[in-house]
């Protein structure tokens, strides 16, 4: 089965030659859109399995790059290889912890367009000491705190007729797809802060900033220690460690997709 890589990136070189290695094995052909002035562009172009490189420059100079651009991503992937198997979208801080080719067959057996993904949000700890980071380890080694998040579509059905609004945003998933998903939610990795200086590059709009004497948001200077968090998000409510297991959400011990979604309560954020 053909299962095509599309990845959004921007200002990443501190993760992504480890999500590359890690997700190398599950992907033989992927199309990059990104918008680094960093090393990112690089680290990408030295794997053979990228296929593929647009720089936003290219496309829309000095104007913000939306969800939507990932047409241009869809377009040369169906110039290259047709309408065929699945796309899969893939993030800089992302691994994948199922195996999206068997998931990718799952849905066709199912009858399914989309598949939804369930992040598990790793990040750095209050109990955690910056001193203590050691930077020849992999993030994976460093980072083993995690919470259960939320849903996502990474995965859906390569068809003729999809396609993404050029202005689409917050919405990763593309127009023309049945309402049809997977039974079941396969996971991955999400790893929202990982590194101490992470952010001196990528300024990230959940970390508290320093202003100015005018109350501006200064989006390059962070209070120290801001990147160690004991929540990703006050709401919700489970902090893990990884020991080597994810418990109920390992693939091939999850329960039935009816008894994933009952459970949902446990996991998903807290209202009112």
């Not at 999206?100 to 399914?112: F, H, N, S, T």
């Not at 910056?130 to 990474?154: A, C, W």
């Amino acid at each position: 089965m053909q299962l095509i890589g599309l990845l959004m990136t921007y200002n990443e070189e501190f993760i992504i030659e480890e999500m590359m290695n890690a997700n190398k094995p599950y992907f033989d052909k992927i199309l990059v859109l990104d918008g680094s002035t960093d090393n990112t562009p690089e680290i990408l172009k030295s794997f053979d399995n990228v296929v593929y490189y647009l720089h936003d420059n290219d496309i829309y100079p000095k104007r913000k790059i939306t969800d939507g651009a990932r047409q241009f991503l869809l377009e040369k992937a169906w110039e290259l290889y047709g309408h065929e198997g699945w796309f899969h979208l893939m993030h800089a801080d992302e691994m994948v912890v199922d195996d999206p080719r068997v998931i990718a067959a799952r849905a066709d057996k199912q009858g399914a367009e989309v598949v939804n993904w369930h992040s598990l949000n790793f990040f750095l700890h209050l109990s955690q000491s910056p001193d203590d980071y050691d930077f020849s380890k992999s993030v994976q080694d460093n980072v083993p705190f995690y919470q259960p998040g939320g849903m996502e579509i990474r995965q859906f059905k390569n068809k003729p007729g999809i396609h993404y609004d050029l202005n689409q945003v917050y919405r990763v998933r593309p127009h023309g797809l049945k309402d049809k998903m997977l039974w079941d939610y396969p996971i991955y990795k999400h790893y929202v802060t990982y590194r101490p200086d992470q952010f001196e590059a990528k300024p990230y709009k959940g970390l508290q900033v320093v202003r100015d004497e005018d109350q501006k948001t200064e989006n390059k200077q962070f209070k120290d220690n801001n990147v160690y968090k004991d929540k990703v998000e006050d709401r919700l409510k489970q902090v893990r460690r990884f020991e080597g297991d994810f418990g109920e959400f390992t693939p091939g011990r999850r329960p039935s997709f009816l008894r994933q979604y009952l459970n949902w309560h446990k996991y998903a954020p807290i209202r009112g």
